[in-house]
């Protein structure tokens, strides 16, 4: 499978607790894009990568919220200090960023949090 | 003011019905426009780009106004598999780059 992966699929933590999240994008992708979503809303925006560089982050993104692209492949997102207002699906998705036009993203099937 | 805007409906249609949804966008340097489609508990999957001069594929067909900046989404001969969440994704211009934004997405049930 060549799509872009995410580990785990799920994932259940108690308040307080940190937890990481993983992203494989499609080989060739230069940009990933991590977002998250909740009941009856469209995935929100918190952070991207172009390559390893980590190039914009939302005002969603708190500061116990970070994220990494060490070697501009996979990627991590990690909580800290879970909170139950963290429990949404996070997604991940990749595209091939050229210079003067944007492609469509392609999507992992997310890590569904919760927490207790 | 959100970015993206939709109706988030539900659209409730018999099947063989023509459906069509609509999404405004806040940000005239936008650049490219998707419908997405989100089956319950799934990941979004590309539907189909939109284009300035329209573009059809089957039943589906997109039309973009820049100048009202307003994307739209039509849907004929609706079968019982298109009931799913049809998200409107526009990539916004933000610090020199674009950012694919999401509306709330609009859900659709087919029914016999």
């Known amino acids: 499978d060549t799509g872009v992966s995410q580990d785990p699929r799920h994932k259940i933590t108690k308040r307080g607790q940190n937890v990481t999240f993983r992203c494989d994008p499609i080989?060739?992708?230069?940009?990933l894009y991590w977002y998250r979503q909740t009941l009856g809303q469209g995935p929100e925006f918190l952070t991207y990568?172009?390559?390893?560089?980590?190039?914009?982050k939302s005002r969603l993104l708190s500061d116990r919220f970070s994220a990494e692209r060490p070697k501009g492949s996979f990627s991590t997102l990690e909580i800290q200090r879970t909170e139950q207002g963290d429990s949404a699906m996070y997604l991940c998705?990749?595209?091939?960023?050229?210079?003067?036009?944007?492609?469509?993203?392609?999507f992992g099937q997310g890590t569904r949090l919760t927490v207790v | 003011r959100k970015e993206v805007e939709q109706d988030p409906g539900p659209f409730n249609v018999p099947e063989g019905a023509t459906v069509a949804f609509n999404c405004t966008y806040s940000n005239s340097a936008s650049q490219s426009f998707f419908w997405y489609r989100q089956d319950c508990r799934k990941e979004p999957k590309l539907l189909m780009s939109v284009y300035s001069s329209g573009n059809e594929d089957g039943r589906f067909t997109a039309q973009l106004n820049r100048a009202s900046q307003y994307i739209s989404l039509l849907i004929r001969d609706s079968k019982l598999s298109d009931s799913a969440t049809y998200l409107c994704?526009?990539?916004?211009?933000?610090?020199?780059?674009?950012?694919?934004?999401f509306g709330r997405g609009t859900s659709l049930i087919v029914h016999p």
């Open positions: 080989s060739e992708h230069n940009r």
């Open positions: 994704v526009v990539n916004m211009a933000s610090g020199g780059s674009y950012i694919p934004t």
């Open positions: 998705a990749s595209s091939l960023d050229r210079v003067g036009s944007s492609t469509e993203a392609f």
């Open positions: 990568f172009q390559n390893e560089a980590q190039l914009e």
